[in-house]
Structures are given as C-alpha cells and as structure tokens.
C-alpha cells in the first residue's frame, strides 16, 4: 500500500499551490485521509483530514480559512488547496491514510495513520 503525493513547489507569499496524493494500486474510498507538515528537527504538524466517503474535512488553526482539503473519487485524488501562502507553510508535505474507522479526537496524532506517502517541498518565499 503507498501514496504519492505531489505539487510542491515553490511560491511567494500570498501565493497558491494546489498539492495532490494518489494511491498506488489500491483506491482510497473506504478511508480517512489526511495531510501533515514537517520541517527538519521538528515534529511533523497535523495540517487537515477528509472522511473520504463524506466528505467532512477538519483543520489545524494554523491553516484554517486558507487551505483546503478535497477529494475526487473519479480520479481517486486527494488534493490540498493552499492559499494565500505564508513563510511559515514551508515544510515537506505529507499526505496519509488509515482504513479504520478513528474517532477525529485522534486525527492530529501522527500515530494514527497507517499509511504515509513520500512528501513534496513546498517553499514559500517572503
């Protein structure tokens, strides 16, 4: 089971990215699925998940009003819209997946998720 995840870049402040995740050989629409940020030395950061059969999405403060999660089951795609970009957004981005049905209490905890794609870099200038 794997997730690829791709999109980054780098842009200025104020700018747009749009990030999306796949699954590689498997479809995601049994699953929750979530996306976390890291930088190096620290702690990856829970940035949003998606309940993929409804649709209901959850978001850390840090980036609530400005990003946002999605889903296109046609294309089996997990996307994350990010908007009016801020320096402190640069970290590689992870996108993640659990089969189990998890109450949302525990959606910030890495430890949660079963399945994790290779992360994209996103830079964000000032």
């Known amino acids: 089971v794997q997730l690829q995840a791709s999109g980054g870049g780098l842009v200025q402040a104020g700018g747009s990215l749009r990030l999306a995740c796949k699954p590689v050989?498997?479809?995601?629409?049994?699953?929750?699925m979530a996306w976390f940020r890291q930088n190096p030395g620290k702690e990856r950061e829970f940035v949003g998940a998606?309940?993929?059969?409804?649709?209901?999405?959850y978001y850390a403060d840090s980036v609530k009003g400005r990003f946002t999660i999605s889903r296109d089951n046609a294309e089996n795609t997990l996307y994350l819209q990010m908007n009016n970009l801020k320096p402190d957004d640069t970290a590689v981005y992870y996108c993640?997946?659990?089969?189990?049905?998890?109450?949302?209490?525990?959606?910030?905890?890495?430890?949660?998720?079963?399945?994790w794609g290779q992360g994209t870099q996103v830079t964000v200038s000032s």
């Open positions: 998606i309940k993929w059969r409804t649709g209901i999405t």
């Open positions: 993640a997946a659990d089969p189990r049905s998890v109450d949302n209490i525990y959606y910030s905890n890495r430890d949660t998720w079963r399945v």
């Open positions: 050989e498997w479809t995601f629409n049994t699953y929750i």
